[in-house]
């Protein structure tokens, strides 16, 4: 146990309705041994803290940070305890509530299966609602399928060196989540010269006109911050989902929902009278630079 000399803020991890994906994530973050060393953990679900789950399930103490992963369900129970009963009992003493991933944030995909009773801490996709709404000033939602783990250690971090985390309208930090998923892709002059990907997994052309991305649209920070420091998700050729955003799941992940051959959704900021203007100019030129590699595909396909 802690010594009473001890004045680190203490965090509680706990979870909902999940498939652990974030608390994978986090255990991948390169410098977790000296993150987790500015805390006094109490109880995580797979690595060792203060008290055992039983203890977190009877609500036995009280925490600084709680850190709550997955949907929210008022039914469910934990070690037979209600966990209505145990997000309460934390909450209300709790300085900074955290919830980590889109289904903490925003139901994710467990709100997806079963709307009824799945949902945020603070949110049902974008409309406010959930358990901890009287707690809200408190919230900060980390969103993504899974949470960045280096965006993890970025709010945490401002929580241990006693700064405040400014929050956006859905309560995201503004410092990983002002800039969209677009903004860092290595696809973006194929974006703006409208030259579209003929497959999955190919490093040219842009994924948004046939294949359902999602980047232009969605705030993240997932090509500024590289997973593994190395790579993203359009940088191997395969569409942003949006899964930072209060509507993902959407169905049809891999094509791009069109009305008479034009987008249904267009970029964050630009009006679709415009885009479709810009679009048909870009489309008249062809860039041989860009479009040789593809053309090439083509033939072997």
């Known amino acids: 146990m802690h010594s009473k000399q001890d004045k680190r803020p203490t965090l509680l991890w706990i979870q909902g309705v999940t498939c652990n994906g974030n608390t994978h994530s986090f255990l991948n973050l390169p410098n977790i041994d000296q993150l987790l060393v500015k805390f006094r953990l109490l109880h995580h679900p797979s690595l060792a803290g203060e008290y055992s789950f039983e203890d977190m399930a009877a609500c036995r103490f009280k925490c600084d940070i709680l850190i709550f992963e997955g949907a929210y369900d008022p039914l469910m129970k934990r070690g037979g305890v209600l ?40 949110f049902n996709e974008e409309i406010e609602y959930g358990p901890l709404l009287k707690y809200k000033s408190k919230v900060i939602n980390i969103a993504g399928c899974p949470a960045h783990p280096e965006w993890i250690s970025y709010t945490l971090s401002m929580i241990a060196a006693g700064k405040k985390v400014q929050v ?134």
């Open 83 to 122: 966990l209505s009963k145990i997000v309460e009992h934390y909450a209300q003493t709790a300085g900074h509530i955290i919830g980590v991933g889109s289904c903490a944030s925003f139901g994710g995909m467990f709100k997806a299966s079963a709307p009824e009773r799945n949902s945020g801490l603070i």
């Open 168 to 301: 956006d309208e859905l309560h995201r930090p503004i410092e990983l989540f002002s800039n969209l998923a677009h903004h860092g892709c290595i696809r973006n002059e194929y974006f703006e010269w409208k030259v579209d990907a003929v497959a999955f997994g190919k490093k040219e052309g842009c994924l948004f006109y046939e294949y359902g991305c999602r980047a232009p649209m969605t705030h993240a920070s997932c090509n500024k911050i590289l997973w593994n420091e190395v790579s993203s998700k359009t940088r191997v050729g395969t569409p942003c989902f949006g899964c930072t955003e209060p509507d993902f799941p959407r169905q049809n992940l891999f094509s791009t929902k069109k009305n008479m051959s034009i987008p249904v959704d267009v970029p964050i900021g630009v009006p679709k009278r415009s885009y479709l203007t810009l679009t048909g100019i870009a489309k008249a030129f062809h860039i041989q630079r860009l479009e040789g590699k593809l053309i090439d595909y083509k033939k072997t396909d």
